[in-house]
Nanobody, 114 residues
Framework: QVQLVESGGGLVQPGESLRLSCAAS????????MTWYRQAPGKERELVAQ????????NYADSVKGRFTISRDNLKNTLYLQMNSLKPDDTAVYYC???????WGQGTLVTVSS
């Protein structure tokens, strides 16, 4: 059974950092492109970042370029999102998504507020 479980969300102040994790199981993690999405209150879900199967290619939404870094550890079957210089506009539920199987994690809430 394919499963994605996010963790690492929380409440932070503007300018602070957080690292999200997504533990994957039930499939050959190293073979697949992985992505992070987010959904802010009242808005549609949007793609934040994408990483190729071995990490050689990474793409980001313009809104997070230079602040967020997507990475993966294929030995640990884990996807990461390092988020720096967080802004109130980054407040959202963040989801791990496996595009090829259309599998979503349950999401983790990130709140950026002073």
């Amino acid at each position: 059974q394919v499963q994605l479980v996010e963790s690492g969300g929380g409440l932070v102040q503007p300018g602070e950092s957080l690292r999200l994790s997504c533990a994957a199981s039930g499939f050959t993690f190293s073979s697949y492109i992985m992505t992070w999405y987010r959904q802010a209150p009242g808005k549609e879900r949007e793609l934040v970042a994408q990483i190729s199967s071995y990490g050689g290619s990474r793409n980001y939404a313009d809104s997070v370029k230079g602040r967020f870094t997507i990475s993966r550890d294929n030995l640990k079957n884990t996807l990461y999102l390092q988020m720096n210089s967080l802004k109130p506009d980054d407040t959202a539920v963040y989801y791990c998504f496996l595009p090829s199987r259309k599998i979503w994690g349950q999401g983790t809430l990130v709140t950026v507020s002073s």
